[in-house]
């Protein structure tokens, strides 16, 4: 039977969701835990990667099971007693034979963090400047991503994509608190490494290094060299997936949780 799984990570301590040789993943360590309690070699498939460093404060993954698990909330408790402190599951759901946490995604959001201010409390959740921001200004430029499509202007060098099109449905930054700003964006699909390539332009805008006008002929050059250098890690987070309601074997509206 398969299961999508629901789970929170800090990435600090692993080189992405992805298994990885010679290194430690978030994906490693779930199957460790979830072999140890089904009692049987149990592989994943997640909603997509996040990178070194990177967090999620939301994520899936999908597993099949011989038996039933009849007791889910007693299984997640299990299994966040074998995992380290670092990695947190939420729930599993039952979901049709063929559901695929990746590719059945109808979304996908991020968060990304910047603090305004040194603070020895956020290193590793945050990325912190030591400059004002215009977030007008940064938020007028944002908001130009939602009438484009063609991303290769903040995809990573060499990524081996089909495409580079992607539909954005929300890009915004918000003042979180007096000295943090909160940048969410969401798409139905994301290229490597765009969301931190997006941020670290938007940030020139913000520091009035480019402009608004120079932001919209970036992403209609497309090409990655015109765009600024990429966030660090450790501000972005997954923080949303969302998927047809059909996919579930329960009752719960998976969509408005």
């Not at 020895?120 to 991503?145: C, G, H, I, S």
């Not at 290229?191 to 932001?215: P, Q, S, Y």
Request: hydrophobic share 35%.
């Amino acid at each position: 039977m398969r299961y999508f799984i629901e789970l929170s990570y800090s990435g600090k301590a692993y080189n992405g969701w992805q298994i990885q040789p010679n290194a430690p993943s978030v994906q490693q360590t779930l199957q460790k835990g979830l072999s140890t309690l089904l009692r049987r070699t149990t592989e994943t498939v997640g909603a997509g990667r996040t990178d070194t460093g990177v967090h999620a404060s939301y994520y899936v993954a999908h597993f099949d099971s011989e038996t039933e698990i009849d007791r889910p909330v007693d299984f997640c408790y299990h299994l966040n007693a074998l995992l380290p402190h670092d990695i947190a599951i939420r729930r599993i759901r039952p979901v049709q034979p063929t559901a695929h946490a990746r590719f059945d995604a109808l979304s996908r959001s991020y968060e990304y963090r910047v603090s305004l201010r040194k603070d020895p409390f956020r290193t590793d959740t945050t990325y912190q400047v030591n400059w004002p921001l215009d977030v007008d200004k940064m938020n007028e430029a944002a908001a130009l991503l939602l009438s484009h499509s063609d991303f290769t202007s903040f995809c990573k060098l060499h990524s081996d994509n089909k495409t580079n099109l992607c539909r954005v449905s929300h890009a915004a930054w918000k003042r979180e608190h007096e000295d943090l700003l909160l940048f969410s964006i969401t798409a139905d699909r994301f290229l490597r490494n765009m969301v931190r390539a997006i941020v670290g332009t938007l940030v020139d805008v913000g520091r009035g290094k480019i402009t608004v006008e120079d932001f919209s002929q970036i992403i209609e050059e497309k090409d990655r060299c015109s765009a600024g250098s990429s966030a660090p890690p450790q501000g972005l987070f997954l923080c949303g997936v969302t998927y047809p309601d059909s996919i579930y074997l329960d009752s719960i509206d998976h969509n408005k949780l």
